[in-house]
Nanobody
Framework: EVQLVESGGGLVQPGGSLRLSCAASGFPFTSRAMKWVRQTPGKDLEWVASLSGSRASAYYADSVKGRFTISRDSAKSTLYLQMNNLKPEDSAWYYC???????RGQGTQVTVSS
């Protein structure tokens, strides 16, 4: 059974940091391209960052470039999203997903507010 389980969300003040984790199981995680997406109520799903499989190249939405870092720990089958200098507009539900959207986790909520 494929599982993607996100964690690490919460309430943080503007300018703060959070690290989201996504524990993967049930498929060959190391070679699979992965991504983070986010969604706020009433808005479309927004792509945040992607990490390729074999070469581990990272790609970012302009809105998060320079502030967010996507990475993986293959030994732990875990995908990460380090989020620094958070802004109120980063508030959303964050989901990890395979790049092709075959699998997606249940999400973790991030709220950036003073």
């Amino acid at each position: 059974e494929v599982q993607l389980v996100e964690s690490g969300g919460g309430l943080v003040q503007p300018g703060g940091s959070l690290r989201l984790s996504c524990a993967a199981s049930g498929f060959p995680f190391t070679s699979r391209a992965m991504k983070w997406v986010r969604q706020t109520p009433g808005k479309d799903l927004e792509w945040v960052a992607s990490l390729s499989g074999s070469r581990a190249s990272a790609y970012y939405a302009d809105s998060v470039k320079g502030r967010f870092t996507i990475s993986r720990d293959s030994a732990k089958s875990t995908l990460y999203l380090q989020m620094n200098n958070l802004k109120p507009e980063d508030s959303a539900w964050y989901y990890c997903s395979t790049e092709d959207e075959t699998f997606r986790g249940q999400g973790t909520q991030v709220t950036v507010s003073s």
